[in-house]
T-cell receptor, first 114, second 114 residues
Framework: AQSVTQPDIHITVSEGASLELRCNYS??????LFWYVQSPGQGLQLLLK??????LVQGIKGFEAEFKRSQSSFNLRKPSVHWSDAAEYFC????????????FGTGTRLKVLA | DAEITQSPRHKITETGRQVTLACHQT?????MFWYRQDLGHGLRLIHY???????NKGEVSDGYSVSRSNTEDLPLTLESAASSQTSVYFC?????????????FGPGTRLTVL
């Protein structure tokens, strides 16, 4: 069955520290991969996406993610976290069979300490 | 600028009442989706549509219905609201074209069923 796992429900980091949010997926082929961010009371904003090609993907707000086929992972990273990065982050897998549907992970809530 | 809007943003209703949540997009996207967001579950797909007169059930469709009479709108109806349907509801849309299945999200509707 297709699934997305975000093993960390909550993560707390200090401002200026590096960040890595984990995402593992189960899918029959290489899927489309997405990271979204949700600020409190807001909708979801796309941070970055992977369709094919270069496995290191750059996104907005200084985020990047690396696709590792052998580990079925698509971890999100940021070298230096800002207080404004406090939010909930969702990893999603998109169908490559033309159905356009997503499967979302359960999310990771990031807290940033000043 | 193109956008996707949802109304109302907050709704309180009583058990057994019919409720309709509106979703309107000006992207001219063929694909539209409804999700619910619950703690510990991330976003789960309720219904989706690939175009006018097309509707499909998602993984948590029981108790919900949608209709698509034009490209811009996909209203979500709760036929007889239940307390288990208290949630935050998100509408999304995407273009139906090859690899580009990035979904754009509305701001959400917080529904409370008493």
């Amino acid at each position: 069955a297709q699934s997305v796992t975000q093993p960390d429900i909550h993560i707390t980091v200090s401002e200026g520290a590096s960040l890595e949010l984990r995402c593992n997926y189960s899918y029959g082929a290489t899927p489309y991969l997405f990271w979204y961010v949700q600020s409190p009371g807001q909708g979801l904003q796309l941070l970055l996406k992977y369709f094919s090609g270069d496995t290191l993907v750059q996104g907005i707000k200084g985020f990047e993610a690396e696709f590792k086929r052998s580990q079925s992972s698509f971890n999100l990273r940021k070298p230096s976290v800002h207080w404004s990065d406090a939010a909930e982050y969702f990893c999603a897998v998109g169908s490559t069979s033309g159905t356009y549907k997503y499967i979302f992970g359960t999310g990771t809530r990031l807290k940033v300490l000043a | 600028d193109a956008e996707i809007t949802q109304s109302p943003r907050h709704k309180i209703t009583e058990t057994g009442r019919q409720v309709t949540l509106a979703c309107h997009q000006t992207w001219n996207h063929n694909n539209m989706f409804w999700y619910r967001q619950d703690l510990g579950h991330g976003l789960r797909l309720i219904h989706y549509s690939y175009g006018v007169q097309d509707t499909n059930k998602g993984e948590v469709s029981d108790g919900y219905s949608v209709s698509r009479s034009n490209t811009e709108d996909l209203p979500l109806t709760l036929e007889s609201a239940a307390s288990s349907q208290t949630s935050v509801y998100f509408c999304a849309s995407s273009v139906a074209s090859g690899n580009n299945n990035e979904q754009f999200f509305g701001p959400g509707t917080r529904l409370t069923v008493l």
